[in-house]
């Protein structure tokens, strides 16, 4: 692996860590809101796109592994 290379992976697994941060909070329920336009939603509507959100940091997640394997990351 070259220095770019190194460089590359170090900045993938920093913004993976962002992210995982990210997905960790949505899926504990705890430290997210909604709001639209300065009003706050019920749970029920914050509970309606949890799931979808926290599918959309799964393929965040997914994406930067799979740069991070062409890098000859072992996912470990």
């Not at 909070?25 to 799931?51: F, M, P, R």
């Amino acid at each position: 692996m070259n220095r770019q290379q190194i460089a590359t992976a170090s900045s993938l697994f920093f913004t993976r860590d962002q992210v995982q941060r990210r997905l960790d909070t949505v899926l504990s329920g705890k430290g997210v809101s909604l709001a639209i336009t300065g009003d706050y939603q019920n749970e029920a509507v914050l509970h309606s796109v949890t799931e979808p959100l926290a599918d959309h940091f799964r393929a965040e997640l997914a994406a930067i592994d799979d740069q991070l394997k062409l890098l000859g990351w072992n996912g470990e």
